[in-house]
């Protein structure tokens, strides 16, 4: 398969010190904006994996749909700030000129912890690029086109890896197929950890 233009990855873009910092300091957002398990639009069916956010504008799913939001939809509270040193890695990685809006973190944890073939297209920016870390556990990463049949490519993402999600590569299809339980010692009680940078609102 062809890899889309504008795709980057950076494997050991955060050092294991800069891993264990930014476990830290994601351990003080999730004591203010506890994981929630979103659910499927219509059918209400969980996602196996749990979620939070930081930043103006959080991602979030329930049987009403999806979209961004100010508040954490279980405590009503406004979502932590995003931390300065992931804002600088956005600026350095991406150059773009407008601060991400929404830092979504994913936790996987256990082995049935997935995520389905999808593309981001709940953003009015799809100017920006996307940026992700992975932190934790291995895990395999699926990355197609411009539709959701048609070839994928996997990706084997390792804690500290940085993703840009540029170009063509913004609006590709991707997914997690697997993650692989005991790869890391990072987390406290194992499991995977992904922060997705976006960009929500175009900027003015
Ligand atoms: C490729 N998360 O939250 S991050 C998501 O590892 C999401 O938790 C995955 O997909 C995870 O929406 C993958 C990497 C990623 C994020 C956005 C993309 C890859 C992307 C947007 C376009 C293409
Ligand atoms: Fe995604």
Request: glycine share 12%; net charge positive.
């Amino acid at each position: 398969m062809e890899t889309p233009r504008g795709f980057r990855i950076i494997p050991e873009y955060l050092s294991p010190a800069a891993q264990a910092a930014l476990v830290e300091t994601l351990r003080g957002i999730v004591a203010q904006a506890p994981f929630f398990r979103p659910v499927m639009p219509g059918n209400g069916r969980p996602f196996s994996v749990e979620m939070t956010n930081a930043g103006p504008l959080g991602w979030v799913s329930d049987r009403a749909g999806y979209r961004y939001q100010p508040m954490h939809p279980v405590t009503g509270e406004a979502w932590p700030a995003i931390p300065d040193s992931i804002l600088d890695a956005w600026g350095d990685l991406t150059g773009y000129p407008s601060p991400p809006e929404c830092c979504l973190i994913n936790l996987y944890r256990g082995e049935k912890a997935k995520m389905g073939l999808h593309r981001d297209a709940d953003e009015e920016d799809f100017d920006a690029p996307v940026l992700s870390f992975s932190l934790g556990d291995t895990a395999t990463f699926r990355l197609g086109g411009a539709t959701r049949r048609g070839p994928t490519k996997a990706v084997t993402l390792h804690s500290g890896t940085a993703l840009i999600l540029g170009g063509d590569s913004r609006m590709a299809y991707h997914g997690i197929s697997k993650v692989m339980p005991g790869t890391s010692r990072l987390l406290t009680g194992g499991g995977r950890l992904n922060l997705t940078l976006r960009r929500v609102t175009k900027p003015v």
